[in-house]
């Protein structure tokens, strides 16, 4: 069963307008969430993770447990910011084991 | 610290040959995880291990897949008697002890003729 979904494949904002990249994941147990960024011809790497609570590269992302969601927001979008991004889920009975969502592709213009 | 490695990075095979895969995790680093990605498709889960143990391999193909940390040397992913449908995007990471957060591997291709 799909437990992590990411409704956009493609999102394109202009430089300096907010952007959001929405997950949605389905688990009743406590999970832990993160989110990944592959931007062109490098690896995967960790933009955060909930439970850190930080902000990095300008990016949040708040754990919304009654709607199950765990949006990326960035109030303004510089064009750096165009990546594959990937939301991803660790269940707390399988520790370790990453399940991803799709991926949503983020096209800043200028 | 070079991060993780995997080589190679591009794997042509034909049907029915077997394919290697192999990861060197982070200096540090215990615990080795294989993701396959294909085309328009997240990364799924194959296989967690520790040095000479697996412990989840519930993502792993039932037949022709299987997976290895040894003591020493690079964690191996081997695909016997490939098929089509199993060439993908083969990524590798790693992690420490006790910590979640997962390093990734610049991936290996794996291309079946």
């Known amino acids: 069963a799909q437990r992590v979904t990411q409704p956009e494949k493609l999102l394109s904002v202009f430089k300096g307008a907010p952007v959001e990249l929405k997950c949605n994941y389905s688990y009743s147990g406590s999970p832990e969430l993160f989110w990944y960024v592959q931007y062109s011809r490098q690896r995967l790497q960790l933009l955060l993770r909930h439970i850190s609570r930080e902000s990095i590269k300008g990016f949040t992302a708040d754990l919304n447990k009654g709607e199950t969601s765990f949006h990326l927001k960035k109030p303004f979008a510089q064009e750096e910011d165009s990546a594959m991004y990937y939301c991803?889920?660790?269940?707390?009975?399988?520790?370790?084991?990453?399940?991803f969502g799709a991926g949503t592709q983020v096209v800043v213009t200028p | 610290n070079a991060g993780v490695m995997q080589n190679p990075r591009h794997l042509v095979r034909r049907r029915g040959q077997e394919a290697r895969l192999r990861c060197s995790p982070m200096?540090?680093?215990?615990?080795v995880y294989w993701y396959r990605q294909l085309p328009e498709e997240g990364l799924k889960f194959m296989v967690y291990l520790q040095k000479e143990n697996i412990i989840d391999e519930s993502g792993m193909p039932k037949e022709r897949f299987s997976a290895e940390f040894p003591k020493e040397g690079p964690s191996i992913l081997r695909i016997q008697q490939v098929v089509r449908g199993d060439s993908a995007a083969y990524f590798c990471?790693?992690?420490?002890?006790?910590?979640?957060?997962?390093?990734f591997g610049p991936g290996t291709r794996l291309t079946v003729l």
């Open positions: 200096k540090g680093h215990s615990h």
């Open positions: 991803a889920l660790s269940e707390g009975d399988s520790w370790g084991k990453l399940q």
């Open positions: 990471a790693s992690s420490p002890q006790g910590d979640n957060e997962q390093f």
